[in-house]
């Protein structure tokens, strides 16, 4: 039974997703789809390959990934298919690739040429469909495709380290349903150049020394329930998916509020590393 995935930027209040997905169940009954996320900031590239780029290796081999952010065919935005890490991904060349094959090459990938015979104005609806259920089916990248070599960099929001390896400069990524901050430095790159140094995270004014394994590492379970104070605090962590976060304990938007919200920070704001 083929699974095909959908991430979009397209929300759940208008009927894009709805419309979609009746595509696909109407071109293939036995389709399982699965929503990774519809609530992707509009045309946010970063943010897309973040969600897809820790989602997608939960799912089998031969799952078939839509990528709806960003989609409309222009001279500069061409559509493509590809094989990754055994997945395939269909979405427009505006970067998301770039940013998800950084340490993995695509096995195969094309340049989709099946427009001529659809009139559309919803890409993912009308092409991505079609080239998903023909993959779904067995079908091969080239009957929907021209072979390609290349596909478009994605250099923004990369962190970007000194010749002395001294800082790290990065940038917000992705905020989290707990308005918790995620930035672009993996605990990877982290090790790889701190090197166990003492370090300061620095982000709006705001400082950090140590960073946790987990949220609750924060709070010393010696101290009676009662007496603990430790909702609302701030901590540094790194994440699920092995990213550096900038977080406040038992974050709730309606009450102590989250990181975002707290710290003033948003998408692209910069955090800085300094080692010593």
């Not at 009746?22 to 897309?48: C, M, P, R, W």
């Not at 065919?73 to 998301?96: Q, V």
């Amino acid at each position: 039974m083929p699974i095909i995935t959908l991430t979009t930027d397209f929300g759940t209040k208008d009927p894009s997703v709805g419309a979609v997905k009746g595509a696909i169940y109407s071109e293939l009954k036995e389709a399982t789809v699965v929503d990774i996320s519809h609530q992707i900031d509009a045309f946010n590239i970063a943010q897309t390959a973040y969600v897809i780029n820790n989602s997608y290796k939960s799912f089998p081999e031969g799952t078939i990934h839509i990528i709806g952010v960003d989609s409309e065919l222009n001279k500069e935005n061409k559509h493509i298919a590809l094989l990754l890490d055994h997945h395939y991904f269909i979405c427009p060349d505006n970067g998301i690739i770039a940013m998800l094959a950084s340490k993995i090459k695509p096995e195969k990938i094309v340049e989709i040429n099946i427009h001529d015979a659809f009139s559309t104005s919803f890409p993912v609806l009308d092409i991505f469909v079609k080239a998903a259920c023909h993959i779904a089916r067995g079908g091969t990248l080239e009957v929907i495709g021209k072979s390609i070599v290349s596909f478009k960099n994605a250099v923004e929001l990369s962190p970007i380290v000194n010749k002395e390896k001294t800082e790290i400069k990065a940038n917000i990524i992705y905020i989290d349903n707990y308005g918790n901050l995620i930035t672009n430095i993996t605990q990877t790159l982290m090790n790889e150049i701190g090197r166990e140094r003492p370090f300061e995270i620095s982000a709006r004014g705001y400082t950090f020394t140590k960073i946790f394994s987990k949220y609750s590492d924060i709070v010393n379970f010696d101290i009676p329930k009662a007496q603990r104070q430790n909702d609302g605090k701030k901590l540094a962590i790194y994440n699920s998916c092995g990213h550096l976060e900038l977080a406040i304990y038992r974050s709730n938007l309606k009450t102590v509020g989250g990181a975002a919200d707290l710290f003033g920070l948003k998408y692209r704001d910069r955090v800085s590393i300094k080692f010593y």
